[in-house]
Nanobody, 130 residues
Framework: VQLQASGGGLVQAGGSLRLSCEAS???????????MSWFRRAPGKEREFVAS??????????LYADSVKGRFAVSRDNAKNAAYLQMNALKSQDTAVYYC???????????????????WGQGTLVTVSS
């Protein structure tokens, strides 16, 4: 699985951005089995979990970090092998490099654990100016 994240940029506080993560899947596997998640790393900080959407086996359930709940929305389009992160009401604290990650067979309690994921995109920079 190869992941390509895009959609980052410079936005003013209160604005919106939509990140995309396109997956290239090897033959024999289907995109809908993967849990797709977003993590971010702000300057000088550790990587942190942002949002997750499970695959078909998990009922496409979603999970959000408290810091983004109500402002961000994660979604997926299995026909396009893609996942998205709609970010609204952006704050300067949201400035970070955002990474998408994919993993198969991730249990619900491990969705926010980066070590549970096998595949990572290259990251896309989001800068929120205040």
């Amino acid at each position: 699985v190869q992941l390509q994240a895009s959609g980052g940029g410079l936005v003013q506080a209160g604005g919106s951005l939509r990140l995309s993560c396109e997956a290239s899947i090897d033959s024999g596997r289907t995109f809908n089995i993967y849990t797709m998640s977003w993590f971010r790393r702000a300057p000088g900080k550790e990587r942190e979990f942002v949002a997750s959407i499970r695959g078909r086996g998990g009922g496409y359930s979603t999970l959000y970090a408290d810091s983004v709940k109500g402002r961000f929305a994660v979604s997926r389009d299995n026909a396009k092998n893609a996942a998205y992160l709609q970010m609204n009401a952006l704050k300067s604290q949201d400035t970070a490099v955002y990474y998408c990650a994919a993993g198969a067979g991730i249990i619900a309690s491990s969705r926010a654990d980066g070590s549970a994921y096998d595949y990572w995109g290259q990251g896309t920079l989001v800068t929120v100016s205040s």
